[in-house]
């Protein structure tokens, strides 16, 4: 049972334009939500993240819009750059109660062209 | 060092042979993960210890898969009999407890099945 449900596959945007890339959660008990960014032979490193108690975090170029009803989040990447070009992970945890154990969503490869 | 240090970088074994990953967190992080990433499937957890507590197994795929972790710090990924399947990248990640589901990624083990 995949409980992140993530899309696009892939996405293509033009340099200075919006990459949306959306998420959905099955299990009501999650209650941290974060995205990772990860460059060809690399690890995946901590982009941004969001607790369910607001409906969205902004930091520079990145913001994570949470929609608790509906079970969805997406992070939104603004004026969109080629060193953004890497693949991105949405996942979700249960902090309370169950450690830092992330489920991932199954990446979005993204690409900025000039 | 500075981030998590895992060993080898590139495994290529014939089927049926042993392998060991071998993962070094980061000083003082008290909770270890092991996922594995295959193409197009995203990050797929396999096991995570935390402190002295008895280690959540839960995403171990069979019994041919083990893992260790030693003193509280390095951790050891067995896979027994491997199978063409296994082939994938296993990354290891650390954390500090309680630190809200930020994972530290190391680059990966990739591993190769003939």
């Known amino acids: 049972q995949q409980q992140v449900k993530q899309s696009p596959q892939s996405l293509i945007v033009q340099k200075g334009g919006i990459s949306i890339i959306n998420c959905a959660y099955e299990?009501?008990?999650?209650?941290?939500f974060p995205w990772y960014q990860q460059f060809p032979g690399k690890g995946p490193a901590l982009l941004i993240a969001?607790?369910?108690?607001?409906s969205e975090k902004k930091e520079g170029r990145f913001t994570i819009s949470f929609n608790k009803s509906a079970k969805q989040f997406s992070l939104h990447i603004m004026d969109s750059q080629p060193g953004d070009s890497a693949t991105y992970f949405c996942?979700?945890?249960?902090?309370?109660?169950?450690?830092?154990?992330?489920?991932f969503g199954t990446g979005t490869q993204l690409k900025v062209e000039l | 060092g500075a981030g998590v240090s895992q060993s080898p970088s590139n495994k290529v074994t014939e089927k049926g042979k042993d392998v060991e990953l071998r993962c070094d967190p980061i000083?003082?992080?008290?909770?270890l993960y092991w996922y594995r990433q295959s193409l197009g499937q995203g990050l797929e957890f396999l096991i995570y210890?935390?402190?002295?507590?008895?280690?959540?197994k839960s995403g171990l795929p069979s019994d041919r898969f083990s893992a260790e972790r030693t003193g509280g710090s390095v951790s050891t990924l067995t896979i027994q009999r491997t199978q063409q399947e296994d082939s994938a990248v296993y990354l290891c990640?650390?954390?500090?407890?309680?630190?809200?589901?930020?994972?530290?990624f190391g680059e990966g083990s990739r591993l190769t099945v003939l």
């Open positions: 210890f935390q402190g002295n507590s008895a280690p959540d």
């Open positions: 996942a979700a945890s249960r902090i309370t109660g169950g450690g830092n154990k992330l489920t």
């Open positions: 990640a650390s954390s500090l407890m309680g630190a809200a589901g930020e994972l530290f």
């Open positions: 000083s003082g992080h008290t909770a």
């Open positions: 299990n009501t008990a999650f209650d941290y």
């Open positions: 969001i607790r369910p108690d607001v």
